[in-house]
């Protein structure tokens, strides 16, 4: 949920023309309703949420309240 508020809170997110499973996902990335009352809850529906779940997780360094970094050294 703190990444979802995280993303929600970006101005803006830029999704390349050419990602259209990706811009398909953040379109109809939703929170569940109640079927009865329509009322929103607080999970996420779980479909159409494989990109945009690996972006998430891509920025959760930076949801976290303490950010860390760790210098794992030259890649090369």
Excluded: W
């Excluded at 009352?37 to 996420?44: A, L, N, V």
């Excluded at 891509?58 to 030259?74: E, M, N, Q, V, W």
């Amino acid at each position: 949920v703190e990444g979802v508020k995280f993303m929600q809170s970006l101005k803006k997110i830029i999704v390349h023309p050419d990602c259209k499973e990706t811009q398909f996902e953040m379109m109809n990335y939703k929170y569940k309703t109640d079927k009865r009352s329509g009322e929103i809850q607080p999970d996420m529906i779980d479909e159409n949420n494989h990109y945009v779940d690996a972006i998430r997780y891509a920025l959760r360094p930076l949801t976290d309240s303490k950010p860390k970094f760790t210098d794992y050294g030259p890649l090369f």
